[in-house]
């Protein structure tokens, strides 16, 4: 748990929690490992309920097969359907071996209106 605490505080928008509320969060965490290849999110699929934080490891968006990101350590995902309450738009795959954090989505939200987030 203090790994999780370590990573996420130093990264927006969980930067600016105290140790307390890190350490809560941690705690509610997943650790996900997704080899290389594998599809995490289909695209199209119903809206998210939970957001993922890149660990390790690297991600491809796909739009119909066809590449359009790769999001690396650090870099959150699934959260613009948890937000917009719409499909995913992009399938989302494992781009080489992955571990991720995934994170409530009720637990990130309220996070993200913060200003320490919109830098």
Do not use: C
């Amino acid at each position: 748990m203090h790994d999780i605490t370590e990573f996420l505080k130093g990264r927006d928008p969980f930067s600016g929690l105290d140790e307390e509320a890190l350490d809560a969060l941690a705690a509610r965490t997943e650790v996900e490992f997704f080899p290389a290849g594998t599809t995490i999110i289909p695209q199209g699929q119903m809206p998210q309920s939970r957001i993922r934080v890149i660990r390790r490891g690297a991600v491809e968006l796909l739009d119909r097969g066809t590449p359009v990101d790769l999001l690396g350590e650090g870099e959150m995902f699934g959260h613009p359907s948890v937000l917009s309450g719409l499909p995913t738009k992009f399938e989302v795959r494992a781009n080489e071996d992955t571990l991720s954090y995934s994170l409530a989505a009720d637990d990130v939200i309220p996070l993200l209106g913060r200003p320490s987030s919109l830098r």
